[in-house]
């Protein structure tokens, strides 16, 4: 199982940022799949959720409306399209398996760092 986390950067507050995640090893299209977050000395925790058909989408409370969460299947691709960027939103950002939880709780990628700051 491998995950390969991209497109963190440095954004102003209100700016925007596009997150990838190649996922291998497991079948991918049959996976709910999920975004993590961790902010410096906190807990790693959901930011959001979609099943394998992306017929079902989760989010934690304070992205809803400003994250949107989608899946390529075809290219085993995850994505998390961030708009209206907080500095409350400076984390390492992963992806998983799973909807809710992570299903693959021992496996996780470098992550890819999301830094808001003016």
């Known amino acids: 199982v491998q995950f390969v986390e991209s497109g963190g950067g440095s954004v102003q507050p209100g700016g925007s940022l596009r997150l990838s995640c190649t996922a291998s090893?497991?079948?991918?299209?049959?996976?709910?799949m999920s975004w993590f977050r961790q902010a410096p000395g906190k807990e790693r925790d959901l930011v959001a959720s979609?099943?394998?058909?992306?017929?079902?989408?989760h989010y934690k409370d304070s992205v809803e409306s400003r994250f949107t969460i989608s899946r390529d299947n075809g290219i085993n691709t995850l994505y998390l399209q961030m708009n209206s960027v907080k500095p409350e939103d400076t984390a390492v950002y992963y992806c998983?398996?799973?909807?809710?939880?992570?299903?693959?709780?021992?496996?996780w990628g470098q992550g890819t760092q999301v830094t808001v700051s003016s």
């Open positions: 998983n398996a799973g909807y809710g939880e992570p299903y693959f709780g021992t496996s």
């Open positions: 090893g497991f079948p991918f299209s049959r996976r709910a």
């Open positions: 979609i099943s394998s058909s992306s017929g079902t989408i």
